[in-house]
Structures are given as C-alpha cells and as structure tokens.
C-alpha cells in the first residue's frame, strides 16, 4: 500500500517511499499527535462542513436529490474529493466514504463528466474557459482522492469514476484533441499517479503534453497577465518562480513527477532551478510562498513583508510536496530540510489547537488594531470560509503524514523527519524514541535487522552547526555527507544508535534586501520558528505598545519550559486524560521599549536612543500563535539601539 507519491520502478528517482503501512507515528509525538487530531478532530470537522455548506447538495442538485441553490466556490466540488483522499488516507469515516462514493457514480455523466456547477445551470459552458474554470483542476483533486481510495481500501467504484472522467480528459485534450490547458496546475500531477496505479500509458502521455503546452500563451492575459498561470514562457525556459504561488507549486510537483517517469532529466533540472528561485529570495523563514494579496501570488525578489504576507496554506501544503517529490528525485537532503521547515512551520501554524480552525493567509506579523474582520487577513483562525480549499487539503496531507518520514534504497535506509514511532521495511525494522524538536537527542533501536550490511543514513539539518553519532553507546566519528550521516554494518536486534542534533535558540537575520525586515531578528531553535505574542507580555510592559518593543541581543538567548510560564495555560492539549503543553520549550529574550518619540508620522533624522524599560519575555513557537485571544504578533523583532 503506497502513499501520495509512488514512481515506478522505471522511474529516474534516488529513493524508493516506503508502503504506507511501513511507518507508524505514536500519538506521544508532535507528528503523531497532529496526526491523531486530524484524524478525530479535523477530517470530521470538514465531513460536517461539506454538509453544511452545500458542497454535498451541489452534487445532489445533478442527481435531481436536491433543489437548493448551487452554493459556494464553481470548484466547490473538489473540497468534497480532498476530503475524501484525506478519509482513505487515515482509514476513517466509512460511512461518508461509501455514500459520497455512489453520490459520485450516479452524478457523473455518460461521457464521464463530472463537475456539479456545469452539469446543471451552465452546461453550455462546459470547457469555455479553461483558465478560471477549474475542471481539470476538479478532475485532478478526484483522480487522486480515488488513488488514495484504491491503494487504501476495496473502492473500485471511485477508481471506475475518476478513470471514466480521465479518459474523456484524454479524448479531449490528448493528443487527437485541443490544444488547451487549465488555468490551475494540478491534473498533471493526479494523471502521473493514475498512470502509477493502473499501468494506462495515455494518462502519462495527457500530463507530459499539458506541462509541454503551458508557457505558449494558450490561456491569454486573463486578469493578472500570463505569469499568474505560468503561461508566459515554457517551463524548461523559465528561470524565476512566479504568480499564483499554489499554481507554481503543483505545476512543478507535476512537472517533477512526469519528468521521473519518462526519465527527463533536463524537465527536471528545470523543476530544480524553479524550486532554487524560489527558496533564494521568495520565501518567508516559515516556508510560506506569496507576498501579494491581489493574486494569491510570489512578489519580486526580496520582497517578503511580514505583516503583508498571504503565504497561503495551500502553497505551503504544494511547496511540501514539490519538494518530497524532489527528494524522492534527487536524494538530496536539502528537499527533506524544506520539508522539515514548512512542516513545523508554515503548515502547522496553519490550524488551530482544536484542530477545527484555520488560517487561510499565514502573516508574520500581526499590528496592535488591526481589523481581522475580513477572511483574507483574519486574526483568529476560522472555522471555513468561502474558499475553502485549505482545511481539507490539511487534512489530506495530515491523514497521510507518515508517508513522508522515511525511504529506502537497495542497501539501506534513510530517516528524513524525525518523530517517535515505528519503520518497517523488509527484514529491517527500527523503533524511534524522541520528543523532537524539542529533544536535541533520538534514539533508534533496531528490532529487526536482515542479513547482511545495510547502510542507515540520518538526516542532519542545515541549521545544525554540531550532530554527534553513535552505535551502541560509543561514537561514531563521521562527518555528514550530503546532508546525512551514514551507517553501514551488518546490525543486530538491540542495536542503538543514538544522534543528537544541538539546538541552542538562535537569532536569525534576513538577506539586506529584504528591506521589510532590516535592523531586524528572529528566533528560531532546531527546525521552529519562534515568535512575540501579547499574551505573553508581563506587567511590567503594560501600557507599551506592541511595536515599540525592541531585542536587546547584547543579552543571551535562554531556554525556558512552557509549563513554568503563566502565560501558557492555554496552549496545552489533553493526553491521556492530562493536560500537556503543545511546545515545552519557549525561548526567552530580553525586549526594551523604544525611548519615547515625537507622534509626527515624520520628523528630522536622528539617532535613536535606547530605552531604559526592559523585560524578559518568552517567544513561543510560531505554529502556536493566535490560540489565545486576539492580539498583535510578531516573528521579526526590531533590534534595540546599542547603549554608549
């Protein structure tokens, strides 16, 4: 049972993902704690959304089962297949997926269409216009929702309609049809993984001619030119991420994955250098992608400011599976590290403590007053919205999570995210024990090891300046070699290695072109992002304004346990009966406020004068802000003005 991503043999890849059924993260972890809340929180949160919101009764207006009004987005559909991948994925609600199964059979047309908006009140539109439509989008999302259903379950009901409707894709838009693409990448990738499933050539065939047609024009201006959608020049010619940041993500994971398959490596090259402008001056520290509102898309180089970030959860979501699909390529432990950063990051922070809110937009900076009344740009996490295409994709990624710890290669094995959990494959077994990240220390245990040498290959962090390893409690004195840290011997059951990554908090500052954040620090320890939240503000702050806090880095960073911060009662969630802090480690920093200062919104140029007010305050990890009440938050902290 393969997960998300799974190349064939043929494939032009460095590593092989691991079966589903292979990893198993304990719910004691981070990772297998936020696995465990989708499971019981958020993917039935999104079943009940489905329901009150419409999308279900879309499908039944087409059936003749319903004559409500069509409600929601014109791809609302395809809230209803990421939920659905999301419940094969964990195994979960049964009974939502057999009825939403034959609601999908009797829907679907005789020619294999299937998109509720179209099939009822605007037929005549159907493929009029492919760049806002979102058909082959919606197509997309239900090709891999019924992946998920036929690697995961007995579901050949959905296989039978996701592959009716991929053959009139292929009739239509193959190559005996248009010239023609969708305004919103995502198909490409969905067909590679059809073609994975069921062997069916065409499928390959239609998204290797989709990802070739892109950059010729063919969508015309649209309302924010050609690079919103990535038409403006082919994709091997093009040098710089850009636009609509979730349409460049999944056009690259789609572009990878037809580039293993036919074994492309110039089509891959290119999908490397796209993910390298990207990573290089157009991302946020969280991993978030996207600085501009208006269209959801990437700014020019450096231009990442804080408080205007969209970083949208679903660029998050797509830029973590560019770069698994990327790692799997490649090998390269650069793409695990990206992983690592969005994981604890820029994805988590996008869902609530609850597990039932999100946040569509992921700013790094939230100003004393400011109006969250509006979804875009919310203060608190909502409960859905209009557009609802993140809460389900988090659940889909989420349900799936433990398919992405480790791969395999011939002689070994590779641990790329680490959490406390179990990794089966073949004759190995190992059993991992840590509290990551939050414990510099892991500990594995091989309880099965095979004959023979094998090769166990760590991860180490491009953040970790000091990793020291060792079998059996003596040292191994090796240096990482592309990013790992390498074993090989013939194992024993009982063997222990143990790795210990150092993690002291650390200050982090930004390239001097992102003018946003000049004079600025942020703080981070391990593979977390840390952030100021006023909650956290003592007395002796009160009455300062938010923004007129300042670092005063002469001071060091300490290390501090969450459950010794009176702050931090509201930022635990129940483990076996007992609260338990979320994050038990807060970094504490010394802030001063800025001097008093004329209220002129300009003035005459002068030196700044240090303020006298200090205190010490814990920064808590970013993906925790925004649980308690509303208030401004903040990851780049102005430096302090050095005292004489």
Avoid at 1 to 7: D, F, K, L, Q, V
Avoid at 25 to 43: H, V
Wanted: hydrophobic letters at 40%.
């Amino acid at each position: 049972m393969t997960g998300p991503a799974a190349p064939t043999p043929s494939a032009l890849t460095a590593l092989r993902p691991l079966p589903l059924t292979a990893v198993r993260l304990d719910r004691s972890g981070l990772l297998g704690g936020w696995q465990e809340r989708n499971a019981t929180a958020t993917l039935p949160h999104c079943v009940d959304q489905l329901t009150a919101y419409g999308n279900l009764a879309n499908l039944r207006r087409v059936t003749g089962d319903s004559d409500a009004a069509f409600a929601g987005m014109w791809f609302a559909d395809t809230d209803v297949y990421k939920t659905l991948e999301a419940a094969a994925w964990s195994g979960t609600q049964p009974g939502f997926v057999t009825d939403t199964i034959s609601l999908l059979e009797k829907a679907q047309d005789a020619d294999g269409y299937l998109n509720s908006y179209y099939q009822v009140d605007h037929v005549d539109q159907q493929w009029t216009d492919l760049g806002f439509s979102h058909e082959m989008y919606s197509a997309g999302h239900l090709i891999q929702a019924a992946v998920a259903a036929a690697r995961t379950t007995d579901a050949p009901q959905l296989l039978g309609v996701a592959r009716r409707f991929a053959d009139l894709l292929v009739r239509r838009f193959g190559p005996d049809g248009a010239d023609l693409i969708d305004g919103h990448p995502e198909v490409e990738t969905a067909l590679v993984e059809l073609y994975r499933l069921t062997g069916h050539e065409p499928y390959l065939a239609l998204a290797r001619r989709l990802v070739e047609l892109r950059g010729h024009g063919l969508l015309g201006p649209g309302r924010f030119g050609p690079r919103y959608w990535q038409d403006h020049t082919p994709l091997l010619d093009a040098d710089e991420a850009t636009g609509h940041a979730v349409r460049q993500m999944y056009l690259l994971a789609g572009a990878v994955d037809v580039a293993v398959e036919t074994r492309d490596a110039a089509l891959l090259a290119a999908a490397e250098r796209l993910w390298e402008s990207a990573l290089a001056s157009k991302t946020y520290l969280t991993g978030g992608q996207g600085s501009r509102h208006k269209d959801e898309g990437f700014g020019d180089p450096y231009e990442l400011p804080p408080d205007r970030a969209y970083a949208e959860t679903c660029a998050a979501i797509g830029s973590f599976q560019l770069a698994w699909r990327l790692l799997l390529a490649t090998g390269k432990a650069r793409y695990a590290d990206e992983m690592e950063r969005l994981l604890h990051n820029g994805i988590a922070g996008s869902i609530a403590l609850d597990g039932r809110s999100f946040f569509y937009s992921n700013p790094l900076q939230l100003r004393t007053g400011h109006d969250g009344s509006h979804e875009d740009t919310p203060s608190q996490r909502l409960t859905w919205y209009s557009c609802a295409c993140c809460p389900p994709n988090l659940a889909r990624l989420m349900a799936s999570l433990h398919g992405y710890v480790a791969t395999a290669t011939p002689g070994g094995l590779q641990l790329h995210l680490y959490a406390a959990g179990t990794v089966v494959d073949g004759d190995y077994t190992l059993d991992v024990r840590t509290s990551y990240p939050w414990d510099e220390r892991i500990d594995i245990t091989v309880t099965a090891a095979g004959d023979g040498p094998w090769t166990l290959a760590l991860r180490v962090p491009a953040w970790c300046r000091d990793a020291r390893l060792s079998v059996n409690g003596s040292l191994v004195r090796a240096g990482a070699q592309e990013g790992y840290l390498r074993v090989t011997r013939t194992w024993r059951a009982g063997d222990v290695v143990s790795l210990v990554l150092a993690m002291p908090p650390r200050l982090v500052g930004a390239h001097p072109r992102v003018d946003a954040v000049r004079g600025c620090a942020a703080l981070a320890r391990g593979p977390v992002v840390y952030c100021l939240e006023h909650a956290d503000l003592p007395p002796s702050l009160d009455g300062v304004l938010f923004e007129d806090l300042e670092l005063d880095a002469a001071h060091p960073l300490v290390i501090a346990a969450t459950h010794d911060l009176p702050t931090a009662h509201d930022l635990t969630t129940p483990h076996d009966g007992a609260a338990q802090p979320v994050a038990p480690v807060a970094i504490l920093a010394t802030l001063r406020a800025r001097a008093a200062e004329p209220a002129d919104l300009y003035r005459p140029l002068a030196p700044s004068t240090a303020g006298t007010v200090t205190a010490t305050v814990p920064a808590i990890p970013y993906f925790l802000w925004a649980n308690r009440e509303p208030g401004p938050m903040r990851v780049w902290i102005p430096l302090a003005a050095r005292e004489e």
